[in-house]
């Protein structure tokens, strides 16, 4: 088995052999050419978004942007992505449309073994955002987590577990505090 095909299928892996480190430098070159494009260059900008993502999105992100590959990273139309976001993506990121990320959000799709003689290696496990939801300030979405459309998880949540749709969720660990209600529409 190949080690794309054990990512693909949450085996152990390791991203030191079978093209994966030069992948990266080539994701860290596009990395780097986004984040010090000039604020100017919508174009340039939009070009760059293509090339780190793999096909044309309509979605706005503030440099500075970081992640692993880009390649595994969808992402849905009229996303705004804050600067300092952190999306380890060697598992994939599926991100729906109008989703909001407040600055520093951290999505990892990666974990390690707890047995310290096989934390060298790693597995991925995917994460995926619905539509509509907005992500805090400095919000960390741990590997494996759904979470459902028209969702608000907190500023500084850490989200170990599945969010249901048109939830309010906040905290370490995240929970569910409420529904979106009726109140929701007359009060902000």
Aim: hydrophobic share 35%; charged share 25%.
């Amino acid at each position: 088995m190949t080690m794309q095909e054990r990512i693909r299928k949450g085996k152990l892996f390791t991203d030191e052999c079978e093209g994966l480190p030069e992948e990266r430098l080539e994701a860290k070159k596009r990395m780097k050419a986004f984040n010090d494009s000039s604020p100017e260059d919508t174009a340039g900008r939009k070009a760059l978004m293509t090339e780190i993502f793999g096909k044309e999105v309509s979605a706005w992100i503030e440099p500075p942007f970081y992640f692993c590959y880009g390649r595994h990273i969808t992402v849905g139309e009229g996303t705004y992505i804050n600067m300092n976001c952190n999306f380890i993506d060697n598992g994939l990121i599926e991100i729906g449309d109008r989703v909001m990320f407040g600055p520093a959000v951290t999505i990892a799709t990666v974990g390690h073994p707890v047995n310290p003689e096989m934390r060298e290696y790693m597995y991925t496990d995917p994460v995926k955002i619905g539509n509509n939801c907005w992500l805090g300030a400095n919000v960390v979405v741990c590997p494996g987590v759904t979470i459902g459309d028209n969702c608000v998880i907190g500023a500084g949540s850490v989200v170990v577990h599945d969010i249901p749709e048109n939830s309010v969720a906040a905290g370490n660990p995240c929970r569910v505090l409420r529904e979106i209600g009726e109140k929701d529409s007359v009060y902000y």
